[in-house]
């Protein structure tokens, strides 16, 4: 009879996890594979918030404005890098799709369905891209997830690498010294709101004069 003492066994809690894991993959290609089958990958799949990510998806009418200052900003053959804001993804894409990039920087693997233009995003990880990204976009749109110096820090990195020009940072007012000295964003009039009405008041930073932008 043969020794089982080295074998090794999964604790009943790493084994739900691994459960839990394969249950969400299994789950995001169903989701994949249906709309791969009835052609609607470019339109706009509205996931629930999922709080525990920070996640409070904007109102339409932040979403309308910020595509249409997207679409005047963005010349004919750019590209916009859109840093966790994801349910900005399919609108900018409708509007601009034809004659510009979008791309689409994201922690949450639901919006892989996106691909190929989803690019796996952890903010703990700044400078963690695919290679040919530096340097490359004409407009990037970030709103890092979490109102803490440590998220806005490292995601001010990754704005740094992939920005050759215009920038559009969407957070929290308490973070207006930290954008201001990270980036040198300047406050814009202009208040992005969402569709649960959040306790934190939320603004607009740019480095360039967005305002006129949405005249």
């Known amino acids: 009879m043969e020794d089982d003492e080295d074998v090794p066994t999964l604790s009943a809690e790493t084994f739900a996890a691994l459960q839990e894991f394969y249950a969400e993959q299994q789950k995001r290609q169903e989701i994949l594979s249906k709309l791969e089958a009835d052609n609607k990958l470019n339109e706009n799949i509205i996931f629930e918030e999922n709080w525990q990510l ?71 990880f700044p400078e963690k891209l695919p290679a040919g990204l530096e340097k490359t976009y004409d407009l990037v749109v970030a709103d ?11 995601t001010a990195q990754t704005i740094k690498l992939l920005a050759k020009e215009k920038i559009i940072v969407c957070t929290g007012a308490i973070m207006r010294n930290q954008v201001e000295k990270l980036l040198d964003l ?21 480095n360039f004069d967005f305002d006129t932008v949405l005249q």
């Open 186 to 206: 300047k406050l814009c009039q202009f208040q992005p709101r969402h569709r649960n009405n959040l306790a934190n008041e939320f603004s607009c930073y740019a």
């Open 54 to 124: 920070s996640q409070f998806w904007y109102d339409e009418a932040t979403v309308q404005t910020l595509v249409r200052s997207v679409d005047k900003i963005l010349p004919d053959g750019g590209k916009v890098a859109l840093i966790s804001c994801p349910t900005l993804f399919v609108p900018v894409k409708r509007q601009i799709g034809e004659r510009a990039k979008v791309t689409l920087l994201e922690f949450d693997r639901r919006f892989e369905v996106h691909a190929p233009d989803f690019v796996y995003y952890d903010y703990n």
């Open 144 to 154: 890092p997830p979490f109102l803490s110096d440590e998220c806005i820090s490292k």
